[in-house]
């Protein structure tokens, strides 16, 4: 069996983590289907929806991300759209949209999170509300960052899987602040069965936003702004902030 090492990375790295989902189910509970998931990955909040029956589209800008998620989610009410966010045409509307787990600091700046807002705004149905998680970007890595780079005191433990006896790691090792955003460096490792390692550096990096420029960047859209919720922090991950708005 063929091994797509971006599924193995995005799983390894993104797809254990669960303290939201209590949150993204008690607001589809509410909204109604269908919901529209925004940096869908692999499925793990889109597959956990759709399980507790409502209907759910994954929007992901990687293709063999919702490839692994359409093969999961066999006869789930699952669909799923190929594509950047910030040119989000899906040709329906929903009552609610969500944007788990710091998708929106993926994007890339102010610019670009306003193009995303717009185009969300045209995708809420009358009365339907966006959902958007974020994280302190310097809290959310788990370390002090100087100036330039920097490490943590003591490094975090890498996140292991096996598949076919092959080991995948992936370790957090470099903090980088670029003024607007934080840089989170990750060393991946793939250990075969013989022994043999490979090794590659994976940076992504967090814009530094705040849940009230968010909120202004939306009011420029034409959405309402709501109640925030809040994703509470747990003994391995710093808690979101959701901010909430409305059509």
């Not at 929806?49 to 589209?57: F, I, K």
Request: hydrophobic share 45%.
């Amino acid at each position: 069996m063929t091994v797509d090492r971006d599924v193995v990375w995005h799983d390894l790295e993104c797809g254990v983590y669960d303290a939201d989902l209590p949150l993204w189910r008690a607001l589809a509970q509410e909204a109604g289907s269908p919901v529209l998931d925004v940096g869908a990955g692999t499925g793990r909040v889109t597959l956990d929806l759709a399980r507790r029956g409502h209907e759910v589209v994954a929007v992901d800008a990687e293709p063999a991300l919702l490839a692994a998620l359409r093969e999961r989610a066999g006869a789930l009410p699952v669909g799923t759209v190929a594509g950047d966010a910030r040119e989000l045409d899906v040709g329906r509307t929903f009552p609610l949209i969500i944007v788990p787990m710091q998708t929106i600091q993926l994007f890339g700046g102010s610019a670009a999170r306003l193009r995303f807002l717009d185009r969300a705004a045209q995708h809420l149905a009358g009365g339907g509300r966006l959902a958007i998680a974020i994280a302190d970007a310097r809290e959310s890595v788990g370390g002090d960052i100087a100036d330039g780079p920097a490490s943590w005191e003591r490094l975090p433990l890498p996140d292991l899987t096996e598949i076919d006896g092959v080991v995948y790691s992936s370790r957090p090792v470099m903090l980088h602040d670029a003024g607007h955003c934080v840089g989170i460096e990750r060393l991946r490792e793939v250990i075969d069965e013989a022994g043999g390692r490979e090794e590659e550096t994976d940076v992504v990096y967090l814009d530094d936003v705040t849940a009230e420029r968010i909120e202004q960047e939306a009011a420029a859209n034409g959405l309402a702004v709501l109640p925030r919720l809040v994703v509470p922090q747990t003994d391995e991950y710093v808690g979101s902030t959701v901010v909430m708005l409305g059509a």
